[in-house]
C-alpha cells in the first residue's frame, strides 16, 4: 500500500476511519451498540492492513473487546479528555513515540481514533505528521482533505509541542502558529453543526 498516491488510498465502508497517508488513519470509534458490527469493522481494518491502533478516548477502553475479537491487532489505550482543554506536551511524547515505534516496522499502518474522529484522534495523526517532518498547514490540509469532519481541535497544542521538542526558533513558531491560524480561517468547519450531525447518525 506504501506507493499508493493520497487520491488511490482506500475509503473504508464499515470501520470509521479515514486514510491520511497509506500508513496513517484517523477516525472515530467502534460501534459501540452492536458487537457483530463492531466485529466487521476490526475484520475491515485488518483486511486493510491496519496492525496498531491508538485509542484517544478517555470515556472508554476496548483493550478486552479488542484482544477477544482480533488479537492480531496491536491496541493501546491513550485516553484524554476532548473538553477545550490544553493537552500536555508528554500526552504527545508518549502517543506519538509509540506510533513511531510502531511505524518502525515498515508493514506497520497505524489507525488513531477518537469517538467520532473530529478532534483527539485527529490531533493525535497531526501530531505524528509532524514528527515526521511535515509543514504544519500541509498536515492540517492533508488531515482535513482525508476527514472532513477532522476539526483537529488540539493541532495548536501539537505545534507548541513540536517547537518545544525541536527547539524552534520563536520567530519560526510565530510564523508557524500565524500560517495555521490563517488556514483555519480560510477553511472554517462549524463544528456544533458537524456534531450534531454526527449524533443524530448515531455516532
Do not use: K
Not at 69 to 95: C, K, N
Request: charged share 25%; proline share 5%; hydrophobic share 45%.
Amino acid at each position: 500500500m506504501s506507493d499508493l498516491s493520497p487520491s488511490d488510498l482506500p475509503v473504508l465502508r464499515d470501520a470509521n476511519a479515514s486514510y491520511v497517508t497509506p500508513r496513517l488513519l484517523v477516525g472515530g470509534d467502534l460501534d459501540v451498540q452492536d458487537r457483530a458490527v463492531a466485529s466487521n469493522q476490526l475484520l475491515e481494518l485488518l483486511e486493510a492492513g491496519v496492525t496498531h491502533v491508538v485509542d484517544c478516548r478517555l470515556e472508554a477502553d476496548d483493550t478486552a473487546m479488542v484482544a477477544e475479537l482480533a488479537p492480531e491487532l496491536h491496541y493501546r489505550w491513550a485516553g484524554i479528555d476532548d473538553a477545550g482543554q490544553r493537552v500536555p506536551s508528554t500526552w504527545f511524547d508518549d502517543a506519538v513515540g509509540h506510533v513511531l515505534e510502531a511505524l518502525a516496522d515498515p508493514e506497520a499502518v497505524v489507525l488513531m481514533h477518537c469517538h467520532m474522529g473530529i478532534n483527539r484522534g485527529p490531533s493525535l495523526g497531526y501530531a505524528v505528521l509532524l514528527a515526521q517532518g511535515w509543514d504544519p498547514v500541509d498536515a492540517l490540509a492533508a488531515i482535513r482533505d482525508a476527514r472532513p469532519v477532522a476539526y483537529v481541535a488540539y493541532a495548536e497544542d501539537a505545534l507548541r509541542w513540536h517547537h518545544e521538542r525541536h527547539d524552534v526558533a520563536s520567530r519560526t513558531q510565530s510564523e508557524d502558529h500565524r500560517r495555521l491560524r490563517q488556514w483555519r480561517e480560510g477553511h472554517p468547519l462549524d463544528l456544533v453543526r458537524i456534531i450534531a450531525e454526527r449524533r443524530a447518525a448515531g455516532y
